[in-house]
């Protein structure tokens, strides 16, 4: 099985304009990303639609591509590079690592990448709900998974709902799990996904991978024990930073 992994990184942001090329100990983002997931696979590209971060990835000595500016998720950006890419090198797999995830561990990707050892079609990370200001947390997917550890449903709401025990000690009850939004798909996979309309269950949730799950694909999924930490604005840089300053003392 070949790997491809595809770091979809634009420039516009409404949160943090030009993300991808701010400074993180002295070191643009986009470039610790490209760093660690190459510890892990060796054709990584970076898929950006700004002249800006195609030239600092090419001054580090990384590869990237030139795609649209009408893009509406990093999904449609993985598509569009892999379309591309497939004409320069051969590939089965797409892992899609977020722009914005610097401390992204090569450990991750290797568990994406042990997840396909048949017909699998797409897979992605879980971790363990240790707290429960993490489970009532919208901004934290939950994951409910079958025995198969195949995904049944992603919801911002605390799932499953557990009837007659109080919401204190749901998650010292029962085995809650987190989605890490990191994603791997077999290419023609990847194609058809894109070309899906988006369904209620995406509408209401804002979770694009209900999309896939609303129409039949399979998610596969593995359990990491590293929290994934991105960066989404100038304060999460700022806290990144002082992570790192603390961490190397």
């Not at 977020?98 to 971790?127: H, M, R, W, Y």
């Not at 029962?174 to 209620?200: C, D, N, S």
């Not at 991978?209 to 359990?223: D, M, S, T, Y």
Request: charge should be negative; include cysteine.
């Amino acid at each position: 099985m070949n790997f491809a992994a595809i770091i979809p990184a634009r420039y516009e942001s409404t949160r943090f304009p030009g993300k991808p090329l701010a400074l993180l100990n002295g070191i643009p983002m986009i470039q610790h990303v490209v760093k660690n997931v190459s510890k892990a696979i060796e054709n990584v590209w970076v898929a950006t639609d700004d002249d800006r971060i195609f030239e600092v990835v090419q001054s580090f000595g990384g590869n990237a591509v030139m795609t649209s500016k009408e893009h509406q998720s990093g999904t449609d950006r993985c598509a569009e590079a892999a379309r591309i890419l497939s004409g320069k090198f051969s590939f089965d797999v797409v892992i899609n690592v977020q722009g914005d995830e610097p401390f992204i561990q090569p450990e991750q990707i290797e568990l994406l990448k042990s997840c396909f050892t048949g017909n699998e079609e797409i897979a992605t990370l879980v971790k363990k709900i240790d707290s429960g200001d993490e489970l009532f947390n919208p901004n934290r997917p939950k994951v409910v998974i079958d025995n198969s550890f195949n995904a049944l449903y992603f919801s911002r709401s605390p799932i499953p709902y557990f009837r007659g025990m109080e919401e204190k000690k749901w998650h010292i009850k029962f085995l809650y799990w987190a989605h890490i939004g990191m994603y791997a798909y077999k290419t023609e996979v990847l194609q058809k996904i894109t070309r899906l309309p988006q369904g209620k269950l995406e509408k209401t949730e804002s979770l694009e991978q209900l999309r896939w799950l609303e129409n039949g694909f399979k998610i596969k999924v593995a359990e990491t024990s590293h929290q994934s930490i991105g960066i989404d604005t100038p304060e999460d840089l700022q806290n990144a930073e002082n992570f790192l300053h603390s961490a190397t003392r």
